[in-house]
Nanobody, 127 residues
Framework: VQLQASGGGLMQAGDSLRLSCVAS????????IGWFRQAPGKEREFVAL????????IYADSVKGRFTISRDNAKLAAYLQMNSLKLEDTALYYC?????????????????????WGKGTQVTVSS
């Protein structure tokens, strides 16, 4: 499956932004979707994930309470609503997908678990 992330931009601290991740195939409906980000000079890190049916969501502590992950399987899309943006949210944001139903969704915070990756969308937050 091909994933296309979009919606990035140049924002000011405190702004809101919604990223989208659109898939090319209906198998998307069976996949867990994860959002990851990579800031300059840093390793890629987990941001949030959502299970295939939306019943399970997990967030990194750094975004909990500010970001919301969601999905619309009818549109083959997942979203990352980012509120109260901070300077440290500046990064290249990626969406990724993996099939199957893990016994523990927390294990899917590891990027190595994801099979499909989209190209990133840049989010830059300025003061």
């Amino acid at each position: 499956v091909q994933l296309q992330a979009s919606g990035g931009g140049l924002m000011q601290a405190g702004d809101s932004l919604r990223l989208s991740c659109v898939a090319s195939e209906e198998m998307f409906r069976r996949y867990t979707i994860g959002w990851f980000r990579q800031a300059p000079g840093k390793e890629r890190e987990f941001v949030a994930l959502i299970s295939w049916n939306g019943n399970n969501t997990i967030y990194a502590d750094s975004v909990k309470g500010r970001f919301t992950i969601s999905r619309d399987n009818a549109k083959l899309a997942a979203y990352l609503q980012m509120n109260s943006l901070k300077l440290e949210d500046t990064a290249l944001y990626y969406c990724a997908a993996v099939g199957g139903k893990p016994a523990d969704y927390a294990s899917l915070r590891a990027e190595g678990r994801y099979r499909y990756w989209g190209k990133g969308t840049q989010v830059t937050v300025s003061s």
